[in-house]
């Protein structure tokens, strides 16, 4: 591995002299956006930080985060395979980071680590920005990993009229209804789990869904958790079907094109979750000088 491409990956704060440093870590890291996705919000806003990029050995994020502030960053952005890692490693959670069990944001304060977590808001944000209505929705959300808990909370807090999970294996289903049983009950909205086998059932799936949210890794490699029975019982022309993978025309997106309904991938969703970890870190007053939209339309252009 050249000099270059290991700086790349092994953002070092002790090399940016004046300026603030922050950096996303996952392995791999290499193939992120969120380096150009900040640094056009530090220029709109006019902030002067640098934002790279850290690649820790898979059983080793707590020790390059400890370097990483020890060294005097900032904050953090944490993707795969280290939100869980993140979690344990900040000293104090935001309650949406402790629904959501997971962490993608970190930041230092008065020496303590503090933990977030900005993907459902990012997610939340991107549906609404697209045009799509929540409030009464009825949502289907496919898959119970750490992605799709990380948006249960902000997906209730907009009261749709229903929100299913549906699995693989319904047990970690059942799992996050029990865990979001309170806050769906607060906002007056019909949380249920599924298995996957119970969508081509049109007794237990009697109706179609307005939103169909995608968060099972599936797409990466081209499969779709949905077989074509499936399909039948939940699109409809007027459904929104979201891949949180982002880049591509996946095999869901596919499918629902198939049915008539529209789609969308995640880019909108990083785009939005960066925008939400920019301003914990450099301050809410910001959000007047950042365009989330316009970064989109320049990553997609």
């Not at 865990?179 to 049109?202: H, M, N, Q, T, Y």
Request: proline residues 5%.
């Amino acid at each position: 591995m050249s000099s270059h491409t290991s700086n790349e990956i092994h953002t070092d704060p002790k090399c940016f002299t004046g300026l603030d440093v922050y950096a996303v870590a996952g392995n791999p890291i290499s193939h992120s956006k969120s380096p150009l996705i900040h640094h056009e919000y530090a220029k709109q806003a006019n902030q002067a930080m640098h934002y790279g990029r850290l690649q820790p050995e898979l059983d080793g994020f707590a020790d390059a985060a400890k370097h990483f502030f020890a060294s005097g960053g900032k904050g953090m952005n944490v993707t795969v395979p280290f939100k869980l890692d993140a979690q344990a490693f900040a000293d104090q959670l935001t309650m949406r980071a402790q629904l959501a069990g997971a962490v993608n944001t970190l930041w230092i304060q008065d020496g303590k680590i503090y933990g977030d977590n900005t993907d459902g808001a990012g997610l939340v944000r991107d549906l609404l920005a697209q045009g799509i209505a929540l409030h009464m929705a009825r949502i289907l959300l496919i898959g119970a990993g750490g992605a799709a808990r990380g948006v249960i909370g902000p997906l209730l807090e907009q009261s749709p009229k229903c929100l299913v999970i549906a699995n693989r294996s319904p047990e970690k289903a059942n799992e996050l209804v029990q865990i979001f049983a309170g806050l769906a009950s607060s906002k007056e909205v019909a949380l249920e789990s599924r298995s996957l086998l119970d969508l081509e059932s049109p007794e237990k799936t009697p109706y179609p869904f307005d939103l169909v949210i995608n968060a099972t890794a599936a797409g990466l490699s081209d499969q779709s958790p949905l077989s074509p029975a499936a399909l039948i019982n939940i699109f409809t022309p007027s459904s929104f079907a979201y891949d949180m993978v982002y880049g591509k025309t996946t095999a869901f997106m596919q499918q629902a094109l198939q049915r008539g309904a529209r789609i969308s991938d995640g880019l909108g969703m990083l785009v939005e979750q960066a925008a939400d970890a920019f301003l914990l870190w450099r301050g809410a007053e910001l959000a007047q000088f950042i365009r989330p939209r316009a970064v989109l339309a320049q990553l997609r252009s």
